[in-house]
């Protein structure tokens, strides 16, 4: 659960302000029982703008060889990298960005037995460039419509994509696929404190 909503990607690291294991399994705030659940809950923006950016690169000459590799073995790559920040808007309203892409390059191994054009048995070890990236735009905007009534408005765009999937093994390069997947998840939530004893959350 994050932010109160199911079936949600877990956040950037960096946007996330808290874990809570549930402690009522059947609490009526929630739309099933919860057992093993786990809630998320994100930063909104702070009183002072601030940001970070990162990075992480990962290189193939620091693995050790797969023994199914022919000799030349494929170059693996990695990169990872994203950046936040957030701030206030107004004297009511404050927002957060987060930002993630990941790029990985590297090779599903076959080691099959096929025939050759004669018919013989002939081995086959074949490597294929096999890339995988993935890029996630998340955003929070919070704003108090007044002094017992807080609105919160989250928008999240993810892609995931990977080329020459389903291969590797004894599967051979002529079963290769691609896949693109798009996530767009648009939240909003409107907190009413009716008194000192009642809340109120609406979400949609």
């Given amino acids: 659960f994050v932010d109160g909503f199911t079936a949600a990607r877990l956040p950037p690291k960096a946007s996330i302000r808290e874990f809570r294991t549930n402690q009522n399994p059947f609490s009526a705030a929630t739309d099933r029982v919860g057992f093993g659940r786990i809630e998320v809950f994100t930063k909104p923006g702070s009183d002072k703008r601030r940001g970070q950016v990162f990075f992480n690169f990962g290189h193939g000459m620091f693995n050790a060889r797969n023994p199914f590799y022919p000799s030349d073995r494929p170059l693996f790559r990695e990169w990872f990298s994203g950046g936040n920040l957030g701030g206030p808007l107004t004297k009511r309203a404050s927002f957060a960005v987060d930002l993630e892409t990941r790029e990985i390059n590297t090779a599903a191994v ?89 809340i109120n959350e609406t979400r949609l």
Avoid: K
């Fill in 110 to 198: 076959i080691n099959a037995t096929v025939l050759d054009a004669n018919l013989d048995i002939t081995p086959l070890r074949q490597t294929v460039d096999s890339p995988q990236h993935r890029a996630s735009v998340s955003t929070r905007l919070d704003y108090q419509l007044n002094q017992n009534n807080t609105l919160v408005g989250r928008y999240t765009n993810t892609r995931i994509g990977r080329d020459n999937a389903g291969i590797g093994e004894l599967s051979l390069p002529v079963r290769a696929y691609g896949t693109s997947e798009t996530e767009h998840v648009v939240q909003l939530t409107e907190t009413a404190v009716l008194s000192s004893q009642t």
